[in-house]
């Protein structure tokens, strides 16, 4: 799988907070409603300045804080095509990965707001097209991938009526 | 070379024996839902085909973040929850029973030994039991609820080891607080941390909790403690139910092992917008203060209520200030209110809300406007989390929440403690 889009760079410690509002997120499970208020306190606009396919880069423990859910999912429905972080909170990342949003650990330090990204997920090669450097992911553990090819937990379970990991 | 609590735990629960780094599948003893996360996990329930649920007598619902309902949204997906827990006979905690984690120890199914997965962040409160208790999202407490397993990857150790005695004045949450500003809001992802040390076994189980509950405020997948007489004790009025301890050998690995004098530790606050922006209380004293919380998971416990209620009796809170007071639990409310606790507290000054979340989570419950300063007890102060991004959340003990509300300003409530 190979993704293509423009960087949106956000800085370390994005909270689950930051990325959907609980004053949000406790009244609906409508997605694409939530995924207009996606980054809202960082970047009041944030939800209009995204086409589809860009990619959020953030810095360390990206995803910090609360449990739910509605975090990834709000940026899937919001049309990102993956998040890139230094790292992330651990909850985030298996939420992640559970409802099918690409999280890509790698050194962001030399990716900057409007760089022209070009993610193979499988490899974990990025290429940044604008500056022509090439970075190397951190690969997933194999029980994530294991999840992410059936398609997240919920097709995972479906298909094998509980954990074949 | 020997094990740590958590691979002990996680050991006991895969049937075989695991180490640091390693998958595995592990059963489950107790799974809970909030009513921030449930709604999502009934969702991915249906969509994994689910029927029953693993076992009834092992989950828990609760309905504690925005409680009772403030509006027709919540209203639907609190609705959503009350129809599943009938459909599957599960049993649910609703409005006004308290925050899941204080209803869910009181409900005496975890302890010593136990591997509990709940669907809000600071399901790491339970290690203070010697639980090995953590967050996850919707779709694993899905997953949870069909299978009564989870997968984990088993963590390394960071261990804490406090030594000394905290100063009158001072407790466990500034404790917490320096740890986290110590090793900051990353220090220990993807690992659990250990909390041991005579600092640790001098206070009280509501003490405890508190610092178990902060873990996730470090990036750890759990805030574990040992078990000892006080945790037999506490335990025992819940249920009759045996626990065995699980202790780390003594030649068990650790990513890190960090030691601490808090002999002379003052009181900590840590100021907007990050939890690992902490300061002695003595730096930032002064800062005025629109509003005062005392509650929540971290700070909500009768340990909490009545050392606010010994700086704030006889006394009346700033007029400046408002006062939000919300139990952990049902149970802390009526204790609080029969020894009069409560009747001190509400005389000063305090609005008692509903026990659950209070305002901790921006639902409701007393939002901020902008530009004001909120004092909280809560474990959380980034920015909107209270339901405004213009306001300023302050983070600190029931003493310097009751001592900044008193004065209208954050003070250190030393100055109120003989």
Redesign the interface.
Same mark, same amino acid.
């Given at each position: 799988m190979k993704l293509e889009g423009n960087t949106h760079k956000f800085g370390k410690?994005v909270?689950t907070?930051?990325i959907i509002?609980?004053?949000y997120?406790?009244?609906?499970?409508d997605m694409r409603e939530l995924a207009k208020h996606v980054m809202?306190?960082l970047d009041t606009d944030f939800y209009n300045k995204i086409t589809a396919g860009d990619f959020i880069v953030g810095e360390?423990?990206f995803g910090?804080?609360?449990?739910?859910?509605?975090a990834p999912?709000a940026i899937k429905y919001a049309n990102i095509g993956a998040v890139i972080a230094k790292?992330f909170?651990?909850?985030f990342y298996?939420?992640a990965i559970?409802?099918g949003l690409p999280v890509v650990e790698c050194d962001t330090d030399n990716i900057d707001a409007g760089d022209i990204l070009k993610v193979d997920l499988e490899t974990g090669s990025i290429l940044n097209k604008t500056k022509n450097e090439t970075i190397q992911a951190k690969p997933l553990?194999?029980?994530m991938i294991k999840i992410l090819k059936d398609g997240?937990?919920?097709?995972h379970?479906?298909k094998h009526g509980?954990?074949n990991? | 070379m020997g094990l740590t609590i958590i691979e002990k735990i996680l050991s006991e629960h895969s049937g075989k024996q695991v180490k640091a780094g390693d998958?595995v /599948?592990a059963g489950l003893d107790f799974i809970m839902g909030q009513?921030?996360?449930s709604?999502?996990a009934i969702?991915?329930f249906e969509?994994?085909?689910?029927e029953a649920v693993f076992d009834k007598d092992k989950i828990a619902l609760v309905i504690d973040?925005?409680s009772p309902s403030p509006?027709d949204? /919540?209203s639907a997906?609190h609705k959503m929850m009350r129809d599943f827990v009938k459909s599957k006979g599960v049993h649910l905690y609703d409005i006004g029973e308290g925050v899941c984690h204080q209803v869910v120890p009181e409900s005496g199914k975890v302890g010593p030994g136990s591997l509990v997965i709940g669907?809000?962040?600071h399901?790491c409160t339970y290690g203070a039991l010697n639980a090995f208790s953590t967050?996850?999202?919707?779709? !694993?407490l899905?997953?949870g609820l069909?299978?009564g397993?989870m997968?984990f990857?088993v963590p390394e150790t960071l261990k804490f080891v406090c030594n000394g005695q905290l100063q009158a004045g001072v407790y466990s949450k500034d404790l917490i607080l320096y740890l986290i500003g110590n090793i900051t809001? !990353?220090g220990a992802?993807?690992m659990a941390a250990e909390y041991t040390g005579e600092a640790i076994s001098n206070i009280s189980m509501d003490a405890r909790f508190t610092i178990s509950n902060m873990a996730i405020e470090m990036?750890a997948?759990a805030g574990l403690m040992e078990a000892d007489e006080k945790t037999f004790n506490w335990l025992k009025q819940f249920t009759s139910e045996s626990f065995e301890k699980v202790e780390a050998d003594t030649d068990a690995s650790y990513y890190n092992i960090k030691e601490y004098d808090v002999s002379s530790l003052e009181p900590q606050v840590a100021m907007p917008h990050?939890v690992d922006n902490v300061s002695p209380v003595s730096q930032v004293s002064g800062t005025p203060v629109n509003q005062a919380v005392l509650g929540t998971c971290t700070n909500g416990r009768l340990e909490d209520l009545r050392i606010a209620a010994s700086i704030l009796k006889g006394r009346k809170v700033n007029p400046d200030v408002r006062f939000i007071v919300a139990p952990a639990s049902k149970n802390i409310y009526l204790q609080a209110m029969q020894e009069g606790t409560l009747q001190e507290l509400i005389e000063a000054g305090a609005a008692v809300v509903t026990p659950g979340c209070g305002p901790c /989570?921006?639902?409701h419950n007393g /939002?901020p406007s902008n530009g004001e300063n909120v004092i909280s007890t809560a474990n %959380?102060n980034?920015?909107? %989390?209270m339901?405004n991004?213009s306001a300023y959340i302050h983070l600190a003990s029931p003493a310097t929440v009751a001592a900044s509300a008193l004065v209208g300003k954050i003070t250190d409530p030393r100055e109120f403690i003989k």
């Open positions: 410690d909270n907070d930051y509002s609980g004053k997120k406790f009244k609906t499970l809202e306190d360390s423990n910090c804080g609360s449990s739910r859910e509605q999912l790292s909170a651990r909850i298996r939420n559970n409802t553990p194999d029980v997240g937990l919920a097709p379970f479906r509980g954990f990991l | 998958i /599948v009513d921030g996360t709604p999502l969702k991915a969509e994994m085909n689910g973040h925005s509006n949204g /919540v997906l669907a809000d962040s399901t967050g996850v999202g919707s779709t !694993d899905a997953g069909i299978s397993q997968w990857k809001a !990353d992802t993807y990036g997948k990050t /989570v921006g639902t /939002v %959380r980034f920015k909107g %989390r339901g991004s």
